[in-house]
């Protein structure tokens, strides 16, 4: 199993480009997240999915849009980047209580995405 | 709204030294608590997990955490430090609804741990 992948793994753009950050999982989970990390704030969540066709807004929403295109895939689009998109990328994916019995579940993250928009 | 703060952005211990990482958070229904690591240049992997089975909750790693709840905290230990410790900490908590915990988690700001030889 590969787990969680993500691509690309490093990414530049100028200011007003476009473009999308892939993730994928092959453990059959149900939800699907996007963070951004960026030094001394920790993980803030960008857009999660329960499921295949959904999505919600997390924290920091702004700037982003995402697509659940299957089970497996879940990706992000900047749309027009901007200098304060400039962060490290992290997708995740977890199994819903419904199938493991516990509640909460632990969340297995990709290597993520260095992106820098300039 | 749900917290974690985590005390300390840097820690610095001797190899062999306890090691001691600070989580305080705040929920208003019981929480399932993470510890995640997550070494240079990868993604985070779990350390462990409190689900309110046991306060003492053993990790990998010979990490362990005990959740406290008048002191809601959920301090990570590990008796003696080793190099190969030497990464960021965070300590996260599921968010909650009306209808209780769900899946998203919020992680506080991390912990860097530097390991001297």
């Known amino acids: 199993n590969a787990g969680v992948t993500q691509t690309p793994k490093f990414q530049v753009l100028k200011t007003g480009q476009s473009m999308t950050l892939q993730c994928a999982q092959d453990m059959n989970h149900n939800s699907m997240y996007w963070y951004r990390q960026d030094p001394g704030m920790g993980l803030r969540l960008i857009y999660y999915?329960?499921?295949?066709?959904?999505?919600d807004k997390g924290e920091v929403p702004n700037g982003y849009n995402v697509s659940r295109l299957n089970k497996r895939e879940f990706s992000l689009r900047l749309e027009s980047a901007a200098p304060s998109q400039t962060s490290v990328y992290f997708c995740?994916?977890?199994?819903?209580?419904?199938?493991?019995?516990?509640?909460?579940?632990?969340?297995?993250f990709g290597p993520g995405t260095r992106l820098t928009v300039l | 709204a749900q917290s974690v703060t985590q005390l300390g952005s840097h820690v610095s211990v001797s190899e062999g030294a306890l090691v001691l990482l600070r989580c305080n958070y705040s929920s208003s229904v019981p929480p399932y608590l993470f510890w995640y690591v997550q070494y240079p240049n990868q993604g985070l992997q779990l350390l462990l997990k409190y689900t309110s089975a046991a306060t003492l909750v053993k990790g990998i790693n010979g990490f362990e955490a005990e959740f406290k709840k008048s002191e809601t905290s959920f301090h990570l230990t590990k008796p003696s430090a080793h190099m190969s410790d030497a990464a960021e900490y965070f300590c996260a908590v599921s968010e909650d609804t009306y209808g209780g915990a769900t899946n998203k988690l919020i992680f506080g700001t991390g912990t860097l741990l530097a390991v001297q030889p």
């Open positions: 999915s329960a499921s295949e066709g959904t999505t």
């Open positions: 995740a994916s977890s199994s819903d209580g419904w199938t493991s019995g516990d509640r909460v579940n632990e969340q297995f």
